[in-house]
């Protein structure tokens, strides 16, 4: 029986996670530590709530306490509590920094101490830097984040390996790019085209919506960060490539011709500060554990549409507790 610390449970990639963690190993333990901010919230784990193996602990990653007791008897930690959003860490760096390197600090500290078999920490293909030509970043390059919330993963990315070479802690940092799918806050791209749409509202993309993110869905992404936790190689770095390329227009307009609504509702906006033009990974490292991303962009972009459609309830909820941050931010750029 293998138990797992999940922090971040009740965000987007963990509560995807826990499920996929619960339904594949029906012997496991999941213990979620989430300090349940605006993006973490228990309907995100409704489902799955009154499963016996499941288990809930709410508190924050800047507790060396609780974390200690919660981490106490665990085999496996994912690290993926933190600040995820790039325009909330521009408006609140000190907020994102404290969560994100303070905050992995401790986490991978306590588990240090709670002397578990395996940590797996999630990074971001942003502590590259942009990608300024056709040369996909290899794990073994130099990290050159550019904003605030690139910055404190890079920095927590750094921590876990030095970590590793400190006191052989057992870490495997994992570089995934955009998650797409169920779950995710309606404060990123397509939630927010989705919501926005369905409110014959407008649509705003960030300078001319020519940026371009490779796109994962979330359940390639989260079997890429469990056969990480089983395979990866200790103190390694791996990319997880959605090798699905899309400019924020494009995502913009599939949008808009998945719900039948017209493209006059796309509105080009104050572009966002130091906005990174693309990320290109390579994969070759990860692909060599047998994993690829395999939801083909089409199938996954609908059905993500979809899910927003049928639990329209939970949308609604999610952008009314993100309001007050999207109405200063969206202000600010007209
Ligand atoms: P999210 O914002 O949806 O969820 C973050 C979770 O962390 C929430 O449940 C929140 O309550 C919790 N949390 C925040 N601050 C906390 C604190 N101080 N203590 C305890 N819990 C706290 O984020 P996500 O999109 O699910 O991302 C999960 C992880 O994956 C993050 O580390 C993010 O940097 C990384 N990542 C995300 C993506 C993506 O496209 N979503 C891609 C690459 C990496
Ligand atoms: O690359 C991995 C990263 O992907 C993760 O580490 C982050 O946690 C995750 O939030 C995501 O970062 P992005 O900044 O790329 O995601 P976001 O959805 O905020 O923006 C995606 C693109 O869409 C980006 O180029 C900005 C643009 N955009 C976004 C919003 C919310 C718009 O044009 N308009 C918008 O309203």
């Known amino acids: 029986m293998r138990r797992y610390v999940v922090t971040g449970g009740c965000g987007f990639i963990g509560c995807n ?12 333990r999941v213990r979620v530590y989430d300090a349940l901010t605006y993006a973490g919230d228990l309907r995100n784990l409704a489902d799955v709530v009154e499963d016996v193996r499941l288990e809930v602990v ?15 008897g665990a085999d496996a930690v994912y690290h993926l509590a933190a600040e995820s959003h790039n325009d909330r860490a521009v408006l609140d760096p000190w907020t994102t920094w404290h969560t994100n390197a303070d905050g992995a600090l401790r986490v991978l500290l306590a588990a240090r101490d709670a002397d578990v078999e395996r940590v797996l920490y999630v990074s971001t293909d942003e502590v590259y830097g942009e990608s300024v030509d056709e040369r996909a970043f290899k794990e ?14 890079a920095a927590a990315d750094r921590l876990a390996y030095a970590l590793h070479v400190a006191y052989g802690l057992p870490v495997i940092i994992a570089r995934p790019t955009n998650n797409y799918g169920p779950y995710q806050f309606p404060e990123k791209l397509i939630p927010v085209m989705v919501h926005r749409a369905l409110h014959d509202q407008p649509l ?4 001319r919506g020519q940026q371009v993110r490779d796109f994962l869905h979330v359940e390639d992404c989260c079997r890429g960060l469990r056969l990480l936790m089983e395979k990866g190689k200790v103190g390694e770095a791996y990319n997880l490539p959605g090798e699905n390329e899309h400019q924020n227009i494009e995502v913009a307009r599939a ?9 006059s509702l796309i509105r080009f906006v104050q572009d966002r500060p130091g906005h990174d033009t693309r990320y290109l990974v390579d994969g070759a490292r990860i692909h060599a554990l047998g994993w690829l991303a395999t ?3 089409e199938e996954g972009l609908r059905t993500t549409i979809r899910w927003y459609c049928d639990n329209r309830d939970w949308l609604d909820y999610m952008v ?10 969206y ?4």
């Open 204 to 207: 705003p993309l960030y300078g």
């Open 17 to 28: 996670l826990v499920r996929l963690l619960l339904a594949e190993e029906p012997e496991c």
């Open 255 to 263: 949008v808009l011709e998945e719900l039948g609504k017209p493209e």
């Open 320 to 329: 009314q507790k993100g309001k007050d941050f999207a109405d200063r931010w």
């Open 58 to 72: 709410q508190g924050d990653v800047n507790d060396p306490q609780a974390l200690a007791q919660t981490l106490y």
């Open 140 to 153: 073994s390059d130099p990290l050159n984040p550019r904003g605030p919330y690139p910055a404190s993963k």
């Open 295 to 297: 939801v083909p962009w």
């Open 331 to 334: 202000a600010d750029r007209q």
